[in-house]
Each structure stands twice: as C-alpha cells, then as structure tokens.
C-alpha cells in the first residue's frame, strides 16, 4: 500500500516552491507531479514556449492536513477487522 495516492493535499517542504500546497496529479516511481508546482517552459516547433509541470521527487513533499493546517508523516495502520488503513501521525486520524 503506498502512503501518497492521486489527489491528497500536500505541502513542498524543499526547493522553489517551498509552503507551496497542492494536490497530487500523478505518481511514477518515486516521482511525484504536483498541480501548479514546478513548471517549466518548453520549446515546441511551431507553438513557441508552452508550459509543463515536471515531476518533483517524493521526498520533497509532505501530506497536508488541511483541517489543521500542517504537514504530517502517514502511517499504515490496521484496524478493527484487519484491514490496512492509512493514518495521519500527528492527528491519529484515518485517511481516505
């Protein structure tokens, strides 16, 4: 079970975009695309500069809880009929 899916929040806690928060657009490997972090202009013939968002690596982001506004490390936890859940660490509480 992975700890970051497509469409958590989360917060850039290194580079550029630092205190930046998004959401998660896609996940390849350990390589994460973050909604309006870390574009960068491309030179396409014929259209000019275009923009794209690159991938940024995981270890740069964190998931944000949003209700109370910090960054937490996820936690894969079981709960009452043996199912793994994930859970936020600083607030105990499960995430969907």
């Known amino acids: 079970m992975k700890k970051l899916r497509v469409g958590d929040p989360v917060i850039v806690i290194a580079g550029k975009y630092k205190g930046k928060v998004s959401v998660i657009e896609a996940i390849a490997g350990d390589k994460v695309i973050v ?16 923009k794209k968002t690159a991938p940024v690596h995981v270890s740069n982001i964190m998931y944000y809880l949003e209700a ?29």
């Open 35 to 50: 909604k309006w972090v870390n574009e960068v202009k491309k030179a396409v013939k014929g259209k000019g500069f275009m």
């Open 68 to 96: 109370e506004k910090k960054a937490t490390k996820i936690k894969i936890a079981v709960d009452k009929k043996w199912k793994k859940i994930r859970q936020a660490l600083k607030s105990s509480a499960p995430i969907k």
